[in-house]
Structure formats: structure tokens, C-alpha cells
């Protein structure tokens, strides 16, 4: 069964976009970082505080390869982080996987971000200085791993809606 998975720097839309898709196209979603949250009972950011980085990325890769193997059609939202650890990107390329890159520019990211980092523990306690310098550096040390993605959507200056059309129309 098809896992369309997307992919892509935090603030570039995975989320949002992944919920609307989901309505769009009659196939359920699930957000890695909810269901992780559900799965331990704890927020991204207490688990990042709690129990440290180390140990979220091993139950990311945990819970994406058990999303990956399970029989039905989903989209499945990643978090930013998910393709550049514990090998995540080898998946992607796994036969009924359709990836896709919601590609944003730093001015995007850096604008969505600022207005929402309290959830995000690698830029909760960065100036806005600080945040945009991050994201530059940051966004170019993934793209390697975002770019393994089989199709690339460039969401700048799109509504949701927009985006999410592109999406359909590029798996159709
Ligand atoms: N055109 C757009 N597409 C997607 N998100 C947008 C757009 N415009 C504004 N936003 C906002 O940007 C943020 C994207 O966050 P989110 O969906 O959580 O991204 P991710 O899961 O990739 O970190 C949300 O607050 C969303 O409302
Ligand atoms: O980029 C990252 O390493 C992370 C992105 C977050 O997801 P979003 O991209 O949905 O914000 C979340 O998984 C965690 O805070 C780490
Ligand atoms: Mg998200």
C-alpha cells in the first residue's frame, strides 16, 4: 500500500499540508511527531529536555519504520529531522514510498518560525538573530537528505490549498 511521505525543513508546511492532502485526497495522515507524542505520553519538547535528543531520534526511526510497514495507504508528515538520522533516507526509497520535498527558502522558513519556535526545541531559545543564521546553516547541512526525496515542491509564496493541489496533481 502507497505512503506518500512528506518531507522538509521545520516551518516548511509538513503538518498543514499534510492534514489538507489528507482530505483531499481520502487517504488518512498521521504527524511523526504526534504519534510519538501519543506513544510516550510526553511533548517533543519535554522528551528533547527529559530524555535528550539521542533518545527522540531513535523512537522517530522506530516509529517511522513501523508506519512505513503497516498495510494501509497514509500520508505520513515527518518531522524536520526524520530523513538525516539513523539511515531514515534509505527508506524513502523503499518500492510503494512516494516522498516529497516541500521545499521553502530561508526568508519563508525564517518568517513562519519566528511566529512558531515555543515547540521547537532546536530554535525555542534563539534570538531571532540567532534563528535565521541557524536556519541558513541548518537547511543547508539536510538538503542532502531532503533531496533524496522522488518529487520536489517548492512552497514559497503558495497558499495551502496551492500546495496542496501541486502535491495531488504531481502523484495523480
Ligand atoms: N502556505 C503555507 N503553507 C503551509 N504552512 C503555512 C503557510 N502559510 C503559513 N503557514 C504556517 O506555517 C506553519 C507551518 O508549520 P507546520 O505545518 O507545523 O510545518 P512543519 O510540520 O513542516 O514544521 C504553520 O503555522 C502554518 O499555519
Ligand atoms: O528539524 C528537527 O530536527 C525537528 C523538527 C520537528 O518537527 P517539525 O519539522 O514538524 O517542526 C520535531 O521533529 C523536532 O522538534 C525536531
Ligand atoms: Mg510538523
Known amino acids: 500500500m502507497t505512503k506518500i511521505v512528506l518531507l522538509g ?3 516548511c508546511g509538513k503538518s498543514t499540508i499534510a492534514k489538507k492532502l489528507s482530505q483531499l485526497i481520502n487517504i488518512p495522515f498521521v504527524d511523526l511527531d504526534q504519534y510519538i507524542e ?3 505520553n510526553l511533548s517533543v519538547s519535554a522528551i528533547f529536555e527529559q530524555r535528550g535528543e539521542i533518545y527522540f531520534r531513535k523512537v522517530e ?4 519504520v513501523a508506519l512505513l510497514s503497516s498495510p494501509d495507504s497514509i500520508i505520513i508528515g515527518l ?3 526524520t530523513p538525516c538520522y539513523a539511515n531514515n533516507h534509505e527508506l524513502l526509497k523503499q518500492e ?5 520535498y516541500l521545499k521553502a527558502s530561508v526568508a519563508t522558513l525564517f518568517k513562519r518560525l519566528s511566529l512558531n519556535k515555543s515547540k521547537r526545541p532546536l530554535i525555542a531559545n534563539k534570538t531571532n538573530e540567532q534563528m535565521e543564521e541557524f536556519i541558513a546553516m541548518h537547511v543547508f547541512e539536510r538538503s542532502f537528505y531532503y533531496n533524496q ?4 515542491v517548492t512552497v514559497d509564496n503558495k497558499t495551502v490549498d496551492e500546495t496542496v493541489r501541486d502535491i495531488s496533481t504531481l502523484l495523480a
Open 61 to 64: 526511526h522506530e516509529s517511522f
Open 38 to 40: 501519543e506513544k510516550l
Open 149 to 152: 526525496a522522488k518529487f520536489i
Open 79 to 81: 518531522g524536520g529531522g
Open 96 to 100: 510503494g514510498v512516494l516522498s516529497v
Open 9 to 11: 525543513y521545520m516551518g
